[in-house]
């Protein structure tokens, strides 16, 4: 059984750093793109930051220069560097992964649960 499981999140004023991480477990081939979306209270997920197998990246504008993705292929780990936070930066965020569970099987989208970050002002 697949599992991501995000941690890092928490309590922080603005101006603050945190670090996320996203552990993917269970018996898999490998994993293709991993990124990290946040959904805020009364509004849509939306994308915060992606990463290739390749370490390819892309950015929100809305964190571009304050957050960094990251990926560590060999512990199935990705991770989210969130510095200058602000409090708009408040929301749950969840970890998606891209999974191939054998060579020839189609690719599959996991989610983890999420883990929430609050940005006080």
């Known amino acids: 059984q697949v599992q991501l499981v995000e941690s890092g999140g928490g309590l922080v004023q603005a101006g603050g750093s945190l670090r996320l991480s996203c552990v993917v477990s269970g018996r898999i081939f490998s994993i293709n793109a991993m990124g990290w979306y946040r959904q805020a209270p009364g509004k849509r997920r939306e994308l915060v930051a992606a990463i290739t197998s390749g370490s390819s990246t892309n950015y929100a504008d809305s964190v571009k220069g304050r957050f960094t993705i990251s990926r560590d292929n060999a512990k199935n780990t990705a991770y989210l560097q969130m510095n200058s936070l602000k409090p708009e930066d408040t929301a749950v965020y969840y970890c998606?992964?891209?999974?191939?569970?054998?060579?020839?099987?189609?690719?599959?989208?996991?989610w983890g649960k999420g883990t929430l970050v609050t940005v006080s002002s």
């Open positions: 998606n992964a891209n999974i191939l569970l054998a060579p020839i099987a189609p690719a599959v989208d996991y």
